[in-house]
């Protein structure tokens, strides 16, 4: 019963969280590649602080690894499984991902974007902003393959 909950929710959340990388990287980015340093610090100024108190944001995360782990708990007695192995990876992936990427090189790559006069970008400007699409893409690509391994997960144990 843990396993079927927490592959389920595993999926729900990867899921969703897909989806909100998929709009930063596919929609937001082409925006903010669009302006120049001194528009691309206004929106981030804008979309920044909300982004990173947002209770959906916390939410998410926490499920990322909390709702996987649930899984191996309740696959703890077939360690071998094509199961317990995918959502092992997965639950990995979002740790790099979600959390550990995100604390350690986004957040004080954002802290560099927040320090912005917006009137006066400093001249590495498009270095940052680069740094902040790279960390994105790798974020977005890391959850989409801990959704596939938890979807492929799911499959395995339900057949």
């Known amino acids: 019963m843990l396993a079927e909950i927490g592959l389920g929710l595993a999926v729900v959340v990867a899921g ?9 990287t596919t929609i937001l980015h082409p925006i903010y590649a669009g302006q120049d340093g001194r ?18 944001n916390h939410v998410l995360v926490s499920g990322l690894v909390l709702a996987p782990a649930l899984a191996l708990v309740g696959l703890r ?10 959502t092992a990876t997965g639950l ?16 004080p ?12 970008v400093p001249a590495d400007w498009r270095d940052t902003r680069r740094r902040y699409f790279t960390l994105n893409w790798l974020r977005a690509a890391l959850t989409w393959i801990a959704f ?9 144990h339900l057949t």
């Open 109 to 120: 790559n954002y802290e560099v974007i927040l320090g912005w006069d917006p009137a006066a």
């Open 39 to 56: 528009g691309f610090a206004t929106e981030l100024r804008l979309f920044l602080p909300v982004a990173r108190r947002s209770p959906t």
């Open 16 to 24: 969703l969280w897909s989806g909100l990388l998929l709009t930063l």
């Open 148 to 156: 596939g391994l938890f979807l492929a997960a799911a499959h395995a």
């Open 77 to 86: 007695d077939e360690p071998a499984s094509t199961e317990f192995v995918l």
């Open 92 to 107: 990995a992936l979002t740790v790099l991902g979600p959390l550990l990427v995100s604390r350690f090189l986004a957040e």
